[in-house]
């Protein structure tokens, strides 16, 4: 018996390739479309507004399936970790995240990661494969706490823009009209700036733009980040520069700090300098560690100091608030746990 | 796909398949580049090029990649069937995943040994050990100069194969059973995510200070 396809996670598009190869009327696919992500039906026999015979048809060889989480972690903070299984049994995270009137929700895009970021608990996962589009809306659909969402930020596991095009299907899922109709402006996407498909992203989706930088010198973020060996942080900038950046969509710079290692007034004069011109926010985040990590982080007072450095610079300076450090909210900590109890030694 | 780099229109001159699934793509050199680069490939001017490691010398008159057929990928199964004359579209060399004259180990699993040979064959094998870990001794690709050039500095970590003259053994193994490790040269690792990480956690742990570790993960 053939393995029925997945409906949940095609885009418009998608839809209408598949209702016309099916024989039937093009309208159906936005019919199925508002069943799937605005009404949020589990199976297609509730489509009750489609012919049975349509019904019939798409049964025979497609599906709904969305997964629950397996696992949730609850904070004393009110943040949440949910651990969603996936189908080669791995596990990918997502951390909700309430805050007075908003509500984040932080979710996965691969199932592991290739880039090896010293500071990344995910990276020692290594990669494992890419989330579909259906698995990266399917954290945000199957969220207990759907309807309290204010915000979607693609900063969990993974490198998203390593995955771009099934991000921009969950993007294009989330802000049509035949979708949830969000706005983009409630959308942010990471990146450690892998630059074509920067490019990519910044041409097809009109949602925020945060880059990982973490330290201003080309050098020094080589000695935390591989990446950078291919696409140094003074390109991926200067690439950024030639993109309107304003009131409808932002960019931000997230900047992790290490004690000794980028909290330098050295470090914060390079990042005045190196952002000159461009209208942004930099994020400050504190390190939560991760077991066997060389590094440390900055103290709060350490952070605060770095921040007025650059306040008084001109610079727009966040300092991001720690939540659910009890529950090691960090990406990655959780599913390495239960990916590792699994794994068996990798082979070179 | 936009790219911020141009491709250039190119011809394969030859192509050998040296272990199972694994090839050496040799084609027309038109850029000069740093032993340590890697080109951004396709078989079509505006796809979603992949980026290899260059494995040719700086002097060579020719440019070469080693790469892994995936057999689920989108350009390795169309590659591996390339022959000699046929179009390819690569990029100018960049990136600086380079090393000096200076000692230093270079550590790799599989095809990510490909810097390192591009770095042998440009004249920088003095003072240098490479650890290469394979699942087969067929699996360390080019030996025959990284033998010559690199002589008891080339460490051979074999995994899989039942008899063999290597190590027999994993890369992680060897490493863990080394008695010591220098702190004051540089490490440059070439691989998957997992093995980097692993690696770089096990010198860590030795007391190689993060910062004389310089890694390039495959994406």
Sequence with gaps: MNEKTNLFGFTLDQLKNLVLSLGLPAFTATQLAEWLYKKRVSSISQMTNLSKAAREKLENDYTISRVLPAKVQTSTDGTKKYLFPTQTEKFIESAFIPDDNRATLCVSTQIGCKMGCLFCMTGKQGFQGNLSAGDIVNQVQSLPEFDQLTNIVYMGMGEPLDNVEAVLSSIEIMTADWGYGWSPKRITVSTIGIIPAMIRFLEKSPAHLAVSLHSPFDAERREIMPIQSVYPITTVVDEIRKWNFGRQRRVSFEYIMFKGINDTPRHANELVRLLNGIKCRINLIRFHPIPDTPLEGTSIDGIMEFQNRLKAKGMTVTIRASRGEDIFAACGMLSTKELLKRQEAIDF | ?219
């Design chain 2, 1 to 219: 796909m936009t790219k911020e780099r141009k491709l250039h229109k190119n011809k394969v001159e030859s192509i050998h398949c040296v272990a199972y699934d694994v090839y050496v793509l040799r084609f027309r050199r038109d850029f000069d580049f740093i032993a340590g680069q890697v080109v951004a490939i396709d078989l079509e001017p505006d796809g979603q090029p992949r980026l290899y490691s260059i494995a040719s010398g700086e002097k060579d008159e020719y440019m070469e990649i080693l790469f892994d057929e995936k057999h689920d990928g989108k350009l390795t199964p169309a590659l591996s069937r390339l022959k000699p004359g046929d179009t390819i579209y690569v990029s100018e060399p960049f990136g600086t995943f380079n090393c000096n004259t200076d000692k230093a180990w270079w550590i790799a699993a599989g095809t990510g040994v490909a810097p390192f040979v591009s770095m042998t064959r440009s004249g920088l094998a003095a003072n240098k050990t490479l650890i290469h870990g394979g699942r087969f001794d067929e699996n360390f690709y080019f030996a025959p100069i990284l033998e010559k050039e690199l002589k008891n500095n080339y460490v051979r970590c074999c995994s899989q194969q039942l008899e063999t003259q290597n190590y027999k053994g994993r890369l992680t193994e060897w490493l863990h059973n080394r008695h010591s490790f220098a702190n004051d040269i540089t490490y440059y690792l070439c691989g998957s995510a997992e093995m980097v990480v692993q690696i770089r956690d096990i010198l860590i742990a030795r007391g190689v200070p993060y910062h004389n570790i310089i890694s390039e993960t495959y994406f």
